[in-house]
């Protein structure tokens, strides 16, 4: 189009404008052009009703802030928290007939029109404070993409058409004082720093109704180009001073201030004193500490239905579980036994999850030794290491699910297990399972807890059966269990199903010895299970929403589940105590911590001592510490010092277990929690799992006839199986060995050993 066609066309939208918004209930204008129609509908459809984004913050337990989170960084504050020189300032510098005209200067948007019309001229405003708010609110709010934005900024005649119709409308609905409020908290004062509240924070340090004159010139004159008047900018600081200046001399001219208090004000420095509101989990303060937490707290958000952006636009007072004492004693049990600057530590994750018992289940603090963040240099990471899944596994804390089931079926924990020196299962034949050190050929379940015979736990978990053992870790808090195998362990990507079904179809006979993937946190909960009387609840971080107005905001959380029997949960709790003392894998820890509070507590340690982990809980809260490579290709760990070293230096009596590092950073964690404070106790242990049912206990058959010895046991219940005849000294058909030999499940399998007769060996 020529230019001459351009100024027609803006001379013919400049008579709609004047036509059409002063008799804004005409119609059938022959001069107007479907565009000109299609705005003006458009106008009057938008009501500028949508929230304005306002930044989220995140706090501790307290009240204390751990995070900010925002898209545009804006506080709202009424206009009696704005102060009088910024109002004054603004209506000066940006429109002083603002208490005269409806919405719309006339003169001054006509002649812009009609100069934006001609191609070889500057773009010109003339627009109003009121048409500035509508045009702000249309690119901060309303526009979603850039076509949107692009379009709510457009130097157009149909643009300016719609928004001088908002302007008007905006104006028969709000006050003066109700339109400025909006403005002053929705417009940028400075690059990504929106509304007078959150600027002056960012620039001074301050509140916006603490503002100076001096201040409030600088932020006044900022609105017109935030980036070019940006005073923290180096390349702009004499810019920003010289267009403070001018508005101190456009608030004389309007007469809002004398000559002599604007000249003595120019004297002055510009008044920064930079407080930067940190965005996100990351720059925050403390966030090397807490930002592991608070990455779960969004993840959390985002389960719950709240994506990001909701987040960061909402307004929200998010109070968090998080207790910073919990926190502070967890971040330093971990650092301390585990220091990830000492070198040969720098692979290691040592990771502490803390939850309480009580419903709902918070979550209390979640640390590790190596800081978040995104410098490698420095030992940081962002690896949700306390929350997902630890690769390497929790050794034999598992052992824990193969107790629980086994007493759910009729095993008490007073009734005795076999021992076996060596144990072959039968959903792997070619594997033969052997224990770290000598044990007794038999004990009772309580003491196979304690000390964690590896043979006693798989032959035990072959009598439940795998499928129970791996249900009932699900039951009791892995719930992570039940998503696809392949999120779980990279191994099954596959595998269309989800990890417990693949624990089984694999006959994963090693389940029990914690060889799988576990979440720090979920293990930290399986304790609060049987700690609450064996009632699982999802663990949350988060406390109350409260949103801009101050109302709490709800949302779909997971109903607790009875997971096991009360009694059962109590007197496996009870057994557990066994841990911490006489000759308990965590006794020595325990000892050397002066640890002397009622805990009860279960160790582990996997393969090639590549991690290790320590369960433990008291009757107010329980705590899981699991340590790992947290690198590609992970190597061993060694202790005394911790460190990472060869397969064959931690094979060879120095590697990390569960009762080293793993329940020193556990004891180091909850003795300050526990210092001063009277000692507790869990629930009193049931009669009835402590001794268990009567049909699991196994007539002694050896030395019978075999058919004598299938007779009694079938009469006891169980099932009969015969292994091939042993040459022995013994005469034929007479029982010389069975298997299991004092308990088993009810109406499990017992193996007999028969004699073939002969000499023997």
Same mark, same amino acid.
């Given at each position: 189009?020529?230019?001459?066609?351009?100024?027609?066309?803006?001379?013919?939208?400049?008579?709609?404008?004047?036509?059409?918004?002063?008799?804004?209930?005409?119609?059938?204008?022959?001069?107007?052009?479907?565009?000109?129609?299609?705005?003006?509908?458009?106008?009057?459809?938008?009501?500028?009703?949508?929230?304005?984004?306002?930044?989220?913050?995140?706090?501790?337990?307290?009240?204390?802030?751990?995070?900010?989170?925002?898209?545009?960084?804006? /506080?709202?504050?009424?206009?009696?928290?704005?102060?009088?020189?910024?109002?004054?300032?603004?209506?000066?510098?940006?429109?002083?007939?603002?208490?005269?005209?409806?919405?719309?200067?006339?003169?001054?948007?006509?002649?812009?029109?009609?100069?934006?019309?001609?191609?070889?001229?500057?773009?010109?405003?003339?627009?109003?404070?009121?048409?500035?708010?509508?045009?702000?609110?249309?690119?901060? /709010?309303?526009?979603?993409?850039?076509?949107?934005?692009?379009?709510?900024?457009?130097? @157009?005649?149909?643009?300016?058409?719609?928004?001088?119709?908002?302007?008007?409308?905006?104006?028969?609905?709000?006050?003066?004082?109700?339109?400025?409020?909006?403005?002053?908290?929705?417009?940028?004062?400075?690059?990504?720093?929106?509304?007078?509240?959150?600027?002056?924070?960012?620039?001074?340090?301050?509140?916006?109704?603490?503002?100076?004159?001096?201040?409030?010139?600088?932020?006044?004159?900022?609105?017109?180009?935030?980036?070019?008047?940006?005073?923290?900018?180096?390349?702009?600081?004499?810019?920003?001073?010289?267009?403070?200046?001018?508005?101190?001399?456009?608030? /004389?001219?309007?007469?809002?201030?004398?000559?002599?208090?604007?000249?003595? @004000?120019?004297?002055?420095?510009?008044?920064?004193?930079?407080?930067?509101?940190?965005?996100?989990?990351?720059?925050?303060?403390?966030?090397?500490?807490?930002?592991?937490?608070?990455?779960?707290?969004?993840?959390?958000?985002? *389960?719950?239905?709240?994506?990001?952006?909701?987040?960061?636009?909402?307004?929200?007072?998010?109070?968090?579980?998080?207790?910073?004492?919990?926190?502070?004693?967890?971040?330093?049990?971990?650092?301390?036994?585990?220091?990830?600057?000492?070198?040969?530590?720098?692979?290691?994750?040592?990771?502490?999850?803390?939850?309480?018992?009580?419903?709902?289940?918070?979550?209390?603090?979640?640390?590790?030794?190596?800081?978040?963040?995104?410098?490698?240099?420095?030992?940081?990471?962002?690896?949700?290491?306390?929350?997902?899944?630890?690769?390497?596994?929790?050794?034999?804390?598992?052992?824990?699910?193969?107790?629980?089931?086994?007493?759910?079926?009729?095993?008490?924990?007073?009734? @005795?297990?076999?021992?076996?020196?060596?144990?072959?299962?039968?959903?792997?034949?070619?594997?033969?399972?052997?224990?770290?050190?000598?044990?007794?050929?038999?004990?009772?379940?309580?003491?196979? #807890?304690?000390?964690?015979?590896?043979?006693?736990?798989?032959?035990?978990?072959?009598?439940?059966?795998? +499928?129970?053992?791996?249900?009932?870790?699900?039951?009791?808090?892995?719930?992570?269990? +039940?998503?696809?195998?392949?999120?779980?362990?990279?191994?099954?990507?596959?595998?269309?199903?989800?990890?417990?079904?693949?624990?089984?179809?694999?006959?994963?006979?090693?389940?029990?010895?914690?060889?799988?993937?576990?979440?720090?946190?979920?293990?930290? *909960?399986?304790?609060?299970?049987?700690?609450?009387?064996?009632?699982?609840?999802?663990?949350?971080?988060?406390?109350?929403?409260?949103?801009?107005?101050?109302?709490?905001?709800?949302?779909?959380?997971?109903?607790?589940?009875?997971?096991?029997?009360?009694?059962?949960?109590?007197?496996?709790?009870?057994?557990?105590?066994?841990?911490?003392?006489?000759?308990?894998?965590?006794?020595?820890?325990?000892?050397?911590?002066?640890?002397?509070?009622?805990?009860?507590?279960?160790?582990?340690?996997?393969?090639?001592?590549?991690?290790?982990?320590?369960?433990?809980?008291?009757?107010?809260?329980?705590?899981?510490?699991?340590?790992?490579?947290?690198?590609?290709?992970? +190597?061993?760990?060694?202790?005394?010092?911790?460190?990472?070293?060869?397969?064959?230096?931690?094979?060879?009596?120095?590697?990390?277990?569960?009762?080293?590092?793993?329940?020193?950073?556990?004891?180091?964690?909850?003795?300050? #929690?526990?210092?001063?404070?009277?000692?507790?106790?869990?629930?009193?242990?049931?009669?009835?799992?402590?001794?268990?049912?009567?049909?699991?206990?196994?007539?002694?058959?050896?030395?019978?006839? /075999?058919?004598?010895?299938?007779?009694?046991?079938?009469?006891?219940?169980?099932?009969?199986?015969?292994?091939?005849?042993?040459?022995?000294?013994?005469?034929?058909?007479?029982?010389?060995?069975?298997?299991?030999?004092?308990?088993?499940?009810?109406?499990?399998?017992?193996?007999?050993?028969?004699?073939?007769?002969?000499?023997?060996?």
């Amino acid at each position: 189009m020529s230019g001459l066609g351009r100024l027609i066309l803006g001379t013919l939208l400049a008579g709609v404008l004047v036509a059409g918004l002063l008799l804004p209930y005409s119609v059938g204008m022959g001069i107007a052009s479907n565009a000109v129609t299609d705005a003006i509908d458009g106008a009057q459809a938008d009501p500028l009703t949508a929230e304005i984004p306002l930044r989220t913050t995140v706090t501790d337990a307290t009240g204390a802030p751990i995070a900010t989170l925002y898209n545009q960084n804006r /506080v709202y504050v009424p206009l009696s928290s704005i102060s009088d020189y910024l109002q004054v300032a603004v209506v000066s510098m940006e429109d002083r007939r603002f208490y005269q005209h409806q919405g719309v200067d006339w003169r001054g948007t006509v002649r812009a029109m009609l100069r934006n019309a001609q191609a070889d001229a500057a773009a010109q405003g003339g627009s109003t404070l009121t048409q500035q708010y509508v045009k702000n609110y249309l690119y901060l /709010v309303e526009a979603k993409t850039e076509a949107e934005k692009a379009d709510a900024i457009a130097t @157009t005649p149909i643009r300016k058409l719609k928004e001088a119709k908002l302007a008007l409308q905006v104006e028969q609905t709000l006050s003066k004082a109700e339109i400025l409020e909006r403005y002053l908290n929705l417009v940028a004062f400075g690059p990504s720093q929106y509304g007078a509240e959150a600027a002056s924070q960012w620039f001074f340090g301050t509140s916006a109704d603490k503002l100076t004159l001096a201040q409030a010139a600088l932020l006044a004159g900022m609105v017109n180009n935030p980036p070019k008047y940006n005073p923290l900018d180096e390349n702009h600081v004499q810019d920003a001073r010289d267009r403070r200046d001018l508005v101190l001399d456009v608030m /004389v001219s309007t007469g809002r201030l004398s000559k002599a208090t604007a000249e003595a @004000t120019k004297q002055q420095d510009l008044g920064l004193n930079p407080k930067r509101t940190r965005n996100g989990c990351i720059p925050a303060d403390n966030s090397q500490t807490n930002g592991y937490f608070c990455q779960y707290v969004l993840d959390y958000l985002s *389960n719950a239905g709240f994506d990001s952006d909701t987040v960061a636009e909402a307004g929200w007072t998010i109070k968090t579980t998080m207790d910073p004492t919990v926190m502070a004693a967890a971040k330093a049990a971990a650092t301390a036994n585990a220091d990830p600057s000492v070198p040969g530590v720098e692979r290691i994750a040592n990771t502490v999850a803390v939850v309480g018992k009580d419903e709902p289940r918070k979550v209390l603090a979640l640390a590790a030794n190596r800081p978040y963040g995104l410098d490698p240099t420095k030992g940081e990471t962002v690896q949700r290491l306390p929350t997902t899944f630890a690769p390497l596994g929790a050794g034999s804390t598992f052992k824990i699910f193969t107790a629980a089931a086994a007493m759910e079926m009729g095993l008490g924990t007073n009734t @005795t297990i076999d021992v076996p020196a060596q144990y072959e299962s039968p959903l792997v034949p070619s594997a033969t399972f052997k224990n770290a050190t000598s044990y007794p050929t038999s004990m009772t379940l309580a003491q196979a #807890l304690a000390t964690s015979p590896n043979t006693g736990f798989v032959a035990l978990e072959d009598q439940v059966g795998l +499928q129970k053992v791996a249900e009932m870790a699900v039951r009791l808090g892995l719930k992570g269990y +039940q998503l696809d195998a392949g999120d779980v362990d990279p191994a099954f990507a596959s595998a269309g199903t989800d990890y417990t079904a693949q624990v089984t179809a694999q006959k994963m006979a090693s389940f029990t010895l914690g060889v799988s993937p576990v979440s720090p946190l979920e293990l930290a *909960n399986v304790g609060a299970t049987l700690n609450s009387d064996g009632k699982w609840c999802p663990p949350t971080p988060v406390d109350t929403i409260t949103d801009r107005n101050g109302k709490f905001v709800t949302w779909d959380k997971t109903p607790c589940e009875q997971a096991v029997p009360a009694e059962l949960a109590r007197t496996l709790a009870v057994a557990m105590e066994g841990d911490f003392t006489g000759s308990g894998t965590a006794a020595a820890s325990a000892s050397a911590a002066g640890w002397s509070w009622t805990a009860a507590g279960k160790t582990g340690t996997t393969q090639e001592y590549k991690s290790s982990a320590f369960l433990g809980f008291t009757p107010e809260m329980s705590a899981s510490v699991i340590a790992w490579d947290s690198e590609p290709r992970p +190597q061993s760990i060694c202790k005394d010092p911790i460190r990472s070293c060869s397969t064959d230096e931690a094979m060879s009596g120095s590697g990390m277990g569960g009762g080293s590092i793993p329940a020193a950073t556990w004891m180091a964690t909850m003795k300050p #929690l526990k210092e001063n404070q009277p000692d507790t106790f869990f629930r009193p242990a049931s009669t009835t799992y402590i001794k268990g049912s009567a049909s699991t206990q196994v007539p002694n058959v050896v030395g019978k006839n /075999v058919d004598d010895a299938k007779t009694l046991l079938t009469a006891a219940g169980f099932t009969v199986a015969v292994a091939p005849k042993q040459d022995t000294g013994a005469s034929v058909n007479i029982v010389v060995d069975q298997n299991p030999k004092t308990t088993a499940l009810p109406g499990g399998q017992i193996t007999l050993g028969v004699s073939a007769g002969g000499s023997g060996g």
